[in-house]
């Protein structure tokens, strides 16, 4: 074979042209014929039994071309690039074809290149860093957690209120006429907690055991076609109203909840956890720009076909990820109000985002001179194996060295630019920040009312939304 020319084009793209020789083109043609002539019927002879040039010239000479040259074509192109030492990404095209009276084969290609990165500011970069202070009123807000969830349940004999749990049995009709999904019997409803359609708890409140009541309300334009926007009524019957009793906090709750023998290591604890997940986001926040300023100090044209194959790869990880938990993704996909082409979409910028940090990574350890040594691998492999529980060697099985050695290195470059980078005072805010509490405060003072409700209100809000038909379809179900 021979490379006839390799020419620049635009977008970080070349064509490249190849002539492939008549002996090779003749063998890729008797290749094809042994393969396709199974399938063909020719007046005379036995079905696949006819000889070549009988089909030629039957059918033309050039019968056979179109899958010689696709036999042909990548043997081809991974000669020109092993030949010109080119760095390619992507699949190549065939863009044009031409055969010469004596069965010389000329195939043009059209590929990707990877890209040459032109750095910008990568060292002594500068952002903010501000891990916020962990208050009293955040220790709490979790210690209200704890309690709520291990609350007790007891019935009381009054109208119930929010936050009280309403044991009720209800029918819904439209026009007067049941609708599925819309009946339960004994369902545990938790007044304030946005589970059902908005309107319908609140119209619940204030009824208490035994109680029965037409709840009117009209559902949202958005939920399902055949009630959206429809008004309708429920038929409800109060069983039973109970209402969440909160443990005391003191020492023997610490004791019950965790593995701390009083209420005031339980909330030192809290303190430094919730320290070490505000440092924490603070530092990946601190990297996020360091890193965002760095990809957009350099130059650089990411072609088309790469950020193509990025996404072929997202898109694997994802089915897989979604397949392995049990689920279908195009159903998945479906649920969340979206479909596999939407999907792929709407995850270009994240793909080309990637794609552009990984190119600044590489070019910054070749500027640099990064090198990874064979015991930055055996310790990867190591970390690795202790990760996953799995022995080294059957991690090496999994992963290659050449695949860890790029990692290795651009995780090193990584290092090098955040190690080189500044932290930038914090703009202080016009309000004056809370004073920081000791743990021993929050001991010695119970939370203030505004406080509690506050974080009560929060959890509310955070509870999980559901339609009213598709609760009730589920509780009788389970039933």
């Given at each position: 074979?021979?490379?006839?020319?390799?020419n620049p084009?635009?977008?970080?793209?070349i064509?490249?042209?190849?002539?492939?020789?008549?002996?090779?083109?003749?063998?890729?043609?008797?290749?094809s014929?042994?393969?396709?002539?199974?399938?063909l019927?020719i007046?005379g002879?036995r079905?696949g039994?006819?000889?070549?040039?009988?089909?030629e010239?039957?059918?033309?000479?050039?019968?056979?071309?179109?899958?010689?040259?696709?036999?042909?074509?990548?043997?081809?192109f991974?000669?020109?690039?092993?030949?010109?030492?080119?760095k390619?990404?992507?699949?190549?095209?065939?863009?044009?074809?031409?055969?010469?009276d004596?069965?010389?084969?000329?195939?043009?290609?059209?590929?990707?290149l990877?890209?040459?990165v032109?750095?910008?500011?990568?060292?002594?970069?500068?952002?903010?860093k501000?891990a916020e202070a962990?208050?009293?009123?955040?220790i709490d807000?979790?210690?209200?957690a704890?309690?709520?969830?291990?609350?007790?349940?007891?019935?009381?004999?009054?109208?119930?209120?929010k936050?009280?749990?309403?044991?009720?049995d209800?029918e819904?009709?439209?026009?007067?006429?049941?609708?599925?999904?819309g009946k339960?019997?004994?369902?545990?409803?938790?007044?304030?907690?946005?589970?059902?359609v908005?309107?319908?708890?609140d119209?619940?409140?204030?009824?208490?055991a035994?109680?029965?009541?037409?709840v009117?309300?009209?559902?949202?334009?958005?939920y399902?076609?055949d009630?959206?926007?429809?008004?309708?009524?429920?038929?409800v019957?109060?069983?039973?109203?109970?209402?969440?009793?909160?443990?005391?906090?003191?020492?023997?709750?610490a004791?019950?909840?965790?593995e701390f023998?009083t209420?005031?290591?339980?909330q030192?604890?809290?303190?430094?956890?919730?320290?070490a997940?505000?440092?924490?986001k603070?530092?990946?926040?601190?990297?996020?720009?360091i890193?965002?300023?760095a990809?957009?100090?350099?130059?650089?044209?990411?072609?088309?076909?790469?950020?193509?194959?990025?996404?072929?790869?997202m898109?694997q990880?994802?089915?897989?990820?979604?397949?392995?938990?049990?689920?279908?993704?195009?159903?998945?996909?479906?649920?969340?109000?979206m479909?596999?082409e939407?999907f792929r979409e709407?995850?270009r910028?994240?793909?080309?985002?990637?794609?552009?940090?990984?190119l600044?990574?590489e070019?910054v350890?070749?500027?640099?001179?990064i090198?990874?040594v064979?015991?930055?691998?055996?310790a990867?492999?190591?970390?690795?194996?202790?990760?996953y529980?799995?022995?080294v060697?059957r991690?090496k099985k999994?992963?290659s060295?050449?695949?860890?050695?790029?990692?290795i290195m651009?995780?090193?470059a990584s290092?090098?630019?955040?190690?080189?980078?500044k932290?930038?005072a914090a703009?202080?805010?016009?309000?004056?920040?809370e004073a920081?509490?000791?743990?021993?405060?929050?001991?010695?003072?119970?939370?203030?009312?505004?406080?509690?409700?506050?974080?009560?209100k929060?959890?509310a809000e955070?509870?999980?939304?559901?339609?009213?038909?598709?609760?009730t379809?589920a509780k009788?179900?389970t039933e």
């Open positions: 074979m021979k490379v006839n020319g390799v084009k635009e977008k970080s793209t064509e490249v042209i190849v002539e492939v020789p008549a002996a090779a083109f003749e063998a890729a043609l008797e290749q014929y042994r393969k396709n002539r199974g399938g019927l007046p002879f079905k039994k006819a000889p070549r040039k009988i089909i010239r039957m059918y033309g000479n050039s019968f056979f071309f179109e899958d010689a040259i696709n036999i042909v074509a990548p043997d081809a991974e000669y020109a690039v092993k030949e010109k030492d080119l390619t990404v992507g699949r190549p095209s065939v863009e044009d074809v031409d055969v010469s004596d069965k010389v084969l000329t195939l043009t290609f059209t590929t990707a990877y890209p040459e032109t750095l910008g500011t990568y060292k002594g970069l500068s952002a903010e501000n962990v208050k009293k009123a955040d807000a979790e210690l209200l704890l309690q709520k969830r291990n609350a007790r349940i007891q019935p009381v004999k009054r109208k119930a209120k936050g009280d749990t309403a044991v009720i209800f819904g009709f439209l026009d007067g006429v049941p609708f599925d999904g339960a019997d004994g369902f545990d409803l938790v007044l304030g907690s946005g589970s059902f908005p309107g319908f708890e119209q619940v409140i204030g009824m208490k035994g109680d029965e009541k037409a009117k309300i009209t559902f949202p334009v958005d399902a076609a009630l959206a926007g429809k008004d309708v009524v429920f038929q019957t109060c069983q039973e109203v109970k209402e969440q009793v909160l443990p005391e906090l003191d020492d023997e709750f004791k019950d909840v965790s023998d209420l005031k290591e339980l030192e604890d809290i303190k430094t956890r919730l320290t997940e505000r440092t924490k603070a530092d990946d926040a601190f990297e996020e720009a890193m965002k300023q990809v957009e100090s350099m130059t650089v044209e990411v072609p088309a076909a790469m950020v193509e194959q990025t996404l072929d790869g898109m990880d994802f089915h897989y990820s979604i397949s392995s938990q049990g689920m279908d993704p195009a159903q998945y996909l479906q649920m969340m109000g479909n596999v939407g709407g995850s910028s994240t793909a080309l985002a990637r794609l552009k940090t990984s600044l990574l070019a350890a070749a500027a640099e001179k090198a990874v064979e015991a930055d691998i055996e990867e492999y190591a970390r690795l194996a202790e990760q529980g799995q022995a060697e991690i999994m992963v060295a050449e695949d860890l050695t790029g990692d651009r995780r090193k290092e090098l630019i955040f190690g080189s980078a932290t930038k703009k202080k805010s016009a309000k004056t920040d920081e509490a000791p743990a021993e405060a929050a001991e010695e003072k119970p939370a203030k009312k505004p406080a509690a409700k506050k974080a009560a929060t959890e955070v509870t999980e939304k559901k339609p009213v038909a598709k609760t379809k009788k179900e």
